[in-house]
């Protein structure tokens, strides 16, 4: 993280002059605070993890807030901020007249840091070339076998550097909220993200499958969002358009990553280097109107409807198919369009009816529909290039997928008391997706009942259930291969295309069930209790391949009790159960499509999340108005398990390969458990605060935190792994493959601050 | 507060009773009589009222779709959320610190879920359950701010938006098919730990269908991604396995 002591000062120093200047001057009102302190941290905080979202430094930090108002209380200033200095830092302004306009404007800085301990050989020539050295690149083109490379590969990447894998986000945002009249409302802002630093990035090398390299890829974006909108209520009339513009810039649209492996291009043995494209620029105009009426019925009725049309554009132009100097060259790949010149429009229709006829009885109807029209071009490549490394003259086209969906519902309520109310009603929500996908319609029919109780003012009872039934018409597994390949292909492609009996589990039939359940009590003026329950089952019936079914469940609660003046505690304990089951088939291809496609090599899994939170808070006033204490303890456990089991019998390509064990005894899929994904979390702060006076307060805190992760796919990563070009069977090749060694890794750190904060 | 000097409008100038209504009454007979609209949970007419005597001032802006919304319609009333006579958070008059809190009231394992391993910044403070809902209503399900889930995510992730060449065909219509933005024991978000979370869709030949060994290059690092790193879409001219 970039360190800026000096700047930080001087900032802090800015923010609390600018906080005294706003001081009032004459009879007017300021309510401000200033906040400056100091901690030190001590522990292992050298996980990505601690700072994953925050600049938490020990040294010096503070930050300010104040609200300026004239003495009649008609305009007003106010401002905040925030970690001042620091990579998370925040200042927000705001400036105008109650009720008549406000000029507001704000600028922070967040970073997100991926890992600490990433390892590569890569450095960068310029911003978005990666050149891996070149002796080591010789040698390895020169090694006679794979298990030499390996060696050597192996041998460099011992020596690799560390890398920052990370990136800050600076946000800045201005408006102008005007309402010149009672029933007229302007407002107009303007946003920008800008994004620079590194991420982690893959590119493939060799055959699909082959050879990789994970690398810290420049990240330089910026979003500039525009927002207008006008709004209009008086009388039984609401009116609003509003206009949102958002415009993304890529400074990089690629980046050029040396192979390890080669250090000249070959027709056939792979490329000196690989090009990856980053994300295009693109753009987005969107217009939408919303107009509500109150209809002039003998009782409360109201129609509210929105449209809104959206332009999503992206012109940024092709690279070519290939850096690999000897591919480049081919006839075939000539592009057809030096651009994609992709455009989707988007259409929202949007319908609210409610009334209430009776003063028992409220109903709504709904309707929506949203149709994202992809008029992006069809082009045809005649030919491409497969990881910079193989020429292939399949054509291939681009599928500009599109979709509508309508949804529409009808609900009632009625208040059978004043503490009974009882609602209910059908749903429908239906995709119309493009001929490309396997499933072109898909409707589902349910119901949606809820029960609200309040048997008395203190305690409420809140229950739902939902019945969803989801149907499609004929699943149709070879359409996507009929829309991107040439027809004479698509018979060839079609055997080692998808499972026929596959079900994609976002297009399959399904049936589910959802029940809530929320209870809020306030038994006594000092106690307050909740309790929810939640579980849902999404059962797949026809899904013999895919997921096949998913179950979660979950329970809360929460209480809060303040027994005296100067105690108050409050408590609350979440635990959530998520499981998903999915079954598929390893489906080996000998030779160029000879596929052993058997039931015997059929394998279930079945994803298990357990998560269990717990929080406590406790204040204490131990001197009224002088010296009070509060506890905070949140424990987070989570338990993320991946389990799989084959079917017995399996029948690898040769019969008896890769398959666990081989022989007539496997194990059929190569499917075992992985290990489990832990997290445990804690959080404690302790804060005493001693008020020296009417002003001034005095805030000491110790903090705990604490974090220890097992993540099996990255715990003890480095840049490279000789084990990790394992077969099923546990056959291990050797690896070729570079990672990024970017571990999460605990923490664990204790935190002492001491801070005074003023109050004007 | 309200008064003369500041007011925009007849009814503001009437300070308390702008929202409490006539109390003339009230005051003559020493705080026993009249009715005036109140707020508390003791109140019997508290939502109703409540809502209307808010809603007189407060039916623009995202108000709009207040009438009808999944909160409405369960009798949450304005006050369940915003407290006006004193100040508990610093914007917005919530009745409680922080949205966090407020929302994490009913919704208590979306709150939970803010703690878990992968995470948006919304226990940093960076991000508020409002970022991403308008809790007055919207014209979408979940009270999802802009009109799709995707449209919400791309107000930040702008990159993933598109048009690509090549597209995956989910990631267009729900960020959700693979991602739960409230949190997740898995990295980025994900439902499932990747190679699972692509084998619920890919039974095709060859690697993709090998339920995989832990200690495998299709499972550690980035899994998948390890190759197919362009997984939302790719502009590559030979980009179609998001490879490239």
């Known amino acids: ?94 400036a105008g007249q109650w009720g008549r306009f406000r000029l507001f404007g704000e600028y922070s800085e967040l970073p997100h840091v991926f890992s600490n301990h990433a390892r590569t050989l890569h450095s960068y020539a310029g911003q978005n ?34 890398i920052p894998l990370e990136y800050q986000l600076r946000t800045t945002r201005v408006g102008l909220l005007f309402d010149p009249r009672e029933d007229l409302e302007f407002e107009t802002a303007y946003r920008s993200l800008d ?71 070959s027709a056939t043995a792979g490329p000196a280097q690989g090009r990856i494209s980053l994300a295009p620029d693109n753009r987005m105009n969107q217009f939408r109107a919303t107009g509500a009426y109150e209809l002039p019925f003998g009782f409360p009725a109201r129609v509210a409807t929105t449209f809104s049309y959206g332009l999503r554009e992206q012109d940024e132009n092709f690279l070519p198919h290939t850096v690999n100097s000897l591919l480049a060259g081919d006839p075939s790949l000539v592009l057809p369009r030096e651009d994609l010149d992709g455009k989707v429009q988007t259409y929202l229709a949007h319908v609210l009816a409610t009334a209430r006829p009776l003063p028992e009885l409220d109903l709504r109807a709904r309707y929506r529909f949203y149709d994202f029209e992809n008029d992006t071009p069809v082009l045809e490549f005649p030919g491409h290039v497969v990881n910079d490394q193989t020429l292939s003259t399949e054509l291939r086209r681009n599928v500009p997928n599109d979709y509508e969906r309508q949804q529409a519902s009808l609900d009632a309520s009625w208040r059978f008391t004043r503490g009974v109310k009882l609602q209910g009603g059908p749903f ?57 390949l040439d027809p004479a292909e698509v018979d060839g492609a079609i055997p080692t295309g998808q499972l026929a009996e596959l079900r994609k589990f976002d297009e399959a039939d399904r049936t589910r069930n959802e029940i809530r359940l929320l209870t809020q009590l306030l038994p006594r003026e000092d106690l307050d209790l909740s309790f929810s329950a939640g579980w849902a089952h999404y059962d797949y019936p026809h899904s013999s391949y895919g997921v096949r079914d998913d179950v979660r469940w979950n329970a809360g609660t929460e209480i809060g009790y303040q027994p005296l003046e100067w105690l108050a505690l409050s408590a609350w304990y979440s635990f959530e159960h998520l499981s998903l089951q999915q079954k598929s088939r390893w489906r080996p291809v000998a030779g160029a499509a000879t596929v052993t496609d058997d039931p015997v090599n059929d394998w279930n899994s079945e994803s298990t999340d357990l998560v269990h939170t717990l929080g406590v808070n406790l204040d204490l006033v131990i001197v009224p108005e002088k010296l009070d204490l509060s506890f905070l303890y949140t424990f987070e456990r989570g338990n993320g398990q991946t389990h799989a089991e084959g079917a017995a019998g399996c029948n690898g390509s040769p019969p008896g390969d890769l398959c666990i064990p081989a022989g007539p005894d496997a194990d059929g899929g ?10 445990r979390l804690q959080l404690f702060a302790a804060i005493l605060r001693y008020h020296v006076g ?14 220890s992760l097992q993540d099996f796919r990255v715990d003890g990563l480095d840049p490279f792994e000789p084990g990790s070009n394992v077969n099923g069977s546990g056959v291990v090749s050797p690896s070729l493959d570079v990672f990024l060694g970017d571990r999460l890794g605990d923490y664990d750190a204790h935190i002492f601050a001491l801070s005074a904060i003023y109050r004007f | 507060m309200l008064t003369e000097k500041n007011a925009r409008s007849e009814l503001m100038a009437r300070g308390c009773e702008a929202c409490h209504g006539p109390g003339a009454e009230h005051v003559e007979e020493e705080g026993t009589g009249g009715r005036m609209i109140t707020f508390s949970n003791a109140s019997p007419h508290r939502i109703e009222e409540g809502k209307a005597a808010c809603l007189s001032c407060h039916e623009r802006g995202s108000r709009v779709h207040w009438k009808g919304s999944p909160h409405d319609s369960r009798d949450i009333a304005c006050t369940d959320c915003h407290t006006i006579m004193k100040k508990v958070s610093t914007r917005d008059q919530l009745s409680h610190p922080t949205e966090l809190q407020l929302c994490g009231s009913c919704h208590l394992v979306r709150r939970a879920q803010m703690f878990r391993n992968a995470h948006m910044p919304v226990r940093e403070g960076a991000m508020t359950c409002s970022s991403c809902h308008a809790v007055h209503g919207t014209v979408n399900l979940a009270l999802v701010r802009h009109d799709t889930v995707n449209d919400n995510c791309y107000s930040c992730h702008a990159e993933k938006r598109g048009p690509f060449l090549w597209e995956h065909a989910p990631v267009n219509e729900n960020c959700l098919d693979c991602h739960d933005p409230h949190g997740s024991t898995r990295a980025a978000m994900l439902r499932l730990t990747p190679p699972r979370l692509c084998q619920q869709c890919h039974i095709e030949t060859r690697h993709p269908t090998e339920a995989r060994l832990p200690q495998s290059k299709f499972v550690i690092g980035h899994s998948c991604m390890n190759c197919h790193s362009n997984i939302h879409g790719s502009n590559h001219p030979s980009g179609f396995g998001f490879t490239r």
């Open chain 1, 195 to 265: 994004r620079s630093g590194r991420k982690p990035l893959s590119l493939g090398f060799g055959s699909p499958g082959g050879t990789f390299v994970n690398f810290a890829s420049p990240v330089d974006e910026r979003t500039d969002e525009v927002t207008a909108d006008v709004r209009f209520a008086r009388g039984p009339w609401n009116l609003e358009v509003g206009y949102l513009g958002s415009f993304f810039g890529n400074d990089l649209t690629q980046v050029t990553v040396d192979n390890p492996l080669r250090l000249t291009d």
């Open chain 1, 1 to 94: 993280m970039e360190r800026r002591s000096a700047a930080r000062g001087l900032a802090l120093a800015a923010a609390a002059c600018f906080t005294a200047l706003a001081a009032p001057a004459r009879a007017d009102v300021l309510d401000a605070e200033v906040r400056l302190g100091g901690r030190v941290i001590s522990g292992d905080t050298h996980s990505s993890k601690f700072e994953e979202y925050r600049d938490l430094e020990p040294g010096v930090f503070g930050g300010a807030d104040f609200l300026l108002e004239d003495g009649n209380g008609v305009t007003f200033l106010w401002g905040a901020f925030d970690d001042v200095g620091y990579d998370d830092q925040r200042y927000a302004l705001e």
């Open chain 1, 129 to 162: 070339l990666l050149l891996f050295p070149d002796a080591l690149q010789g040698a390895l083109e020169a090694a006679p076998d794979a298990a030499t490379r390996s060696a050597l590969l192996g041998a460099g990447l011992a020596d690799a550097d560390r």
């Open chain 1, 670 to 679: 190569n499917a075992p458990n992985f290990p489990d994904i832990e997290d």
């Open chain 1, 428 to 484: 429908w929500d239906q995709w119309s997706r493009s001929r490309d996908r396997e499933v072109s319609r898909l409707d589902e029919y349910g119901g949606k009942f809820a029960l609200d109780l309040r048997p008395a003012r203190w305690a409420l009872v809140r229950a739902d259930y939902l019945l969803g039934i989801r149907k499609g018409t004929a699943y149709q597994p070879w359409d996507f291969l009929e829309a991107t």
């Open chain 1, 694 to 707: 009417e002003h001034l307060t005095l805030e000491g805190m110790y903090a705990f935190q604490k974090l």
